[in-house]
């Protein structure tokens, strides 16, 4: 009679601290996070002043808030270039019809939502439709939405920014939701800070805890085989681009009832560093890889470098090259822990 050899499931053995860490993406963007925060707390003596602290987190709330759908977006396999000019689209639909109907702001703001939601759900529509690559797509409206915003504020107002609606009924509600800010400690807290901690948490639970969480990383893993399994493919894009309109609409809110009004032609490029802090915080430009978490790390290194760049005194023309260089080590940094998840 033969001994029966018992041998453990490796499925069900004990995962190690350190293997956990190195299979979470935003892992190299924690490390390069904690070495911008070192770093300029020693190039800058103003740097670690509780005001400066806030001006940080703001200017990454204001990144942050479009750079978790984008992230998302891209696990999902696509990217959006319209994602900048979206915000300011969202601004100047509330404004002016708000304006030119004479209407209760909060009119304006529900109009804005379902013409921003509309302008995503034509991304994501054109996308599954027409099989184009996403660049295309949103590059197209991109470039419609650019000359929309100048053209049309043009023809409605006369200039190339809207007309004040500070006086009109609604305005300090809606002031207060989508640009508020208290003062704790003498230091004062922007509202996008709490509207981008509530996107991070939702869309990590999205991620981590729901079925469309596993479409849209079997989506950017593979969308022939995700659809062999049974995957809603065109929902799971179209619901993702749509989530990018999601968030540009609360952007653009808090841009027009920050400052009452809008100029046509902001927001071009801002695209682009939405892709760069998803990428900085571990999102790979093929898809299937990366995390919400891992966005608002890599807001807060462009909140810490575009401000400790200032606070340091050094020369703001060197902005662009510092934002390049984080781009390029956070990618190879990312790519090695990867590897090193992969071989674990």
């Known amino acids: 009679m033969s001994a029966a050899v018992h041998t453990a499931d490796e499925r ?3 995962v190690s601290l350190v293997r956990r860490l190195l299979g979470r993406p935003e892992l190299g963007a924690v490390v390069g996070a904690a070495a911008v925060f070192v770093f300029f707390s020693f190039a ?3 740097f670690l002043r509780a005001s400066s602290l806030s001006t940080i987190l703001y200017s990454a709330s204001t990144i942050g808030i479009m ?5 998302l977006l891209m696990i999902g396999g696509e990217f959006d270039l319209s994602a900048g000019v979206m915000v300011t689209t969202s601004a100047l639909f509330t404004s002016m019809f708000s304006y030119q109907m004479t209407a209760n702001v909060w009119v304006g703001v529900g109009v804005s939502l379902l013409a921003t939601l509309a302008i995503g759900f034509f991304n994501g529509f054109m ?12 590059l197209g409206t991109f470039l419609m939405l650019t000359g929309l915003n100048l053209g049309f504020t043009k023809l409605i107002s006369g200039s190339v920014s809207t007309k004040s609606i500070g006086d009109m009924e609604g305005f300090p509600s809606a002031k207060a939701l989508f640009a508020s800010q208290w003062n704790v400690g003498g230091v004062t807290l922007k509202v996008t800070i709490l509207w981008w901690l509530v996107l991070v948490a939702v869309a990590t639970w999205i991620l981590l805890r729901t079925r469309a969480g596993n479409w849209i990383f079997a989506v950017g893993g593979g969308a022939d085989a995700a659809r062999a399994v049974g995957v809603p493919v065109v929902k799971t894009r179209i619901g993702l681009y749509m989530g990018v309109a999601l968030c540009a609409w609360i952007s653009g809110q808090h841009i ?3 400052f009452d009004v809008v100029q ?3 927001g071009v490029g801002n695209e682009f560093l939405y892709i760069i802090a998803a990428v900085i915080g571990g999102c790979l430009m093929t898809g299937g890889y ?9 807001a807060f290194i462009f909140g810490m470098t575009s401000n400790g760049i200032v606070y340091a005194q050094w020369n703001p023309d060197w902005f662009k090259f510092f934002l390049g260089a984080m781009l390029l080590l956070a990618t190879l940094l990312n790519a090695w822990v990867r590897k090193r998840a992969e071989a674990k």
């Open 12 to 14: 069900l053995a004990p």
């Open 264 to 266: 046509s032609g902001e």
């Open 127 to 138: 996308l599954t439709r027409t099989k184009l690559p996403s660049f295309i797509i949103t």
């Open 67 to 71: 750079a978790v759908p984008v992230a």
């Open 290 to 298: 990366g995390s919400a978490i891992g966005s608002a790390v890599g």
């Open 44 to 46: 800058a003596d103003s």
């Open 256 to 258: 027009l009832f920050s």
